[in-house]
Each structure stands twice: as C-alpha cells, then as structure tokens.
Nanobody
Framework: QVQLVDSGGGLVQAGGSLRLSCTAS????????MGWFRQAPGKEREFVVC????????YYANSVKGRFTISRDNAKNTVYLQMNSLKPEDTAVYYC?????????????????WGQGTQVTVSS
C-alpha cells in the first residue's frame, strides 16, 4: 500500500508560480512512476505530467509544456510540480498518482494510488 499526500496549492495571480509537493508513505517509492492530473469544475480529470521511477524521463501535456516542471527526490519519497506562468485555465484540483509497473504515463486507469488533491486557483 502507498499513501500519497498532496500539498502546495493556493490562490495566485495569472503569471505567478506555485510548487506542489506529493509525499508518499512506504519504502518502494522509487519503483513507482509518478504523475500529476488535474480536474476543473465540470470537466474530466486530465493528464498533466509524469516522471519515470528513476526520474530519467518526463512526459508533459502540451498545455503545460515549457511552463511546468516535474521532479522527484526518491530519498525523501517526494515528487514536485513547479508551475510557472500560471494561467486562469490552470485552475483545478491537482492530484498526484503512483503507477507500477510503468506502462503509460497519461492513462488514468494505469495509476494505482492517488492523493487527496490540492486546489490551485489562478485569478486573472
């Protein structure tokens, strides 16, 4: 079992930055690919970004490429999402998720564990 705790959301003006964190319980964090998804009101949950278990590969949705950066610290069981140049359309609840084995970075159904979500609100 893996428990994920998301944090770092908040209210920010357009053009601003936030850093989300997701900390995992357990000793096997380094064997999981970690992803971030988001869900805006009235919309389906959508893929944002994923990082491979070792951290050597990353995958981004086109909508965030060049603005968001994912990283991980396996010694701290934590994955980070640095979000820059935020836009009002980035407003959503952001969820981290863990996938093992690593099959498909953007497939919601491949992820086994989910955080509780953290709200990001970007004002115009």
């Amino acid at each position: 079992q893996v428990q994920l705790v998301d944090s770092g959301g908040g209210l920010v003006q357009a053009g601003g930055s936030l850093r989300l964190s997701c900390t995992a319980s357990g000793r096997t964090f380094s064997s999981y690919a970690m992803g971030w998804f988001r869900q805006a009101p009235g919309k389906e949950r959508e893929f944002v970004v994923c990082i491979s278990p070792s951290g050597s590969s990353t995958y981004y949705a086109n909508s965030v490429k060049g603005r968001f950066t994912i990283s991980r610290d396996n010694a701290k069981n934590t994955v980070y999402l640095q979000m820059n140049s935020l836009k009002p359309e980035d407003t959503a609840v952001y969820y981290c998720a863990a996938q093992k084995p690593f099959v498909d970075p953007s497939d919601y159904d491949r992820y086994d564990y989910w955080g509780q979500g953290t709200q990001v609100t970007v004002s115009s």
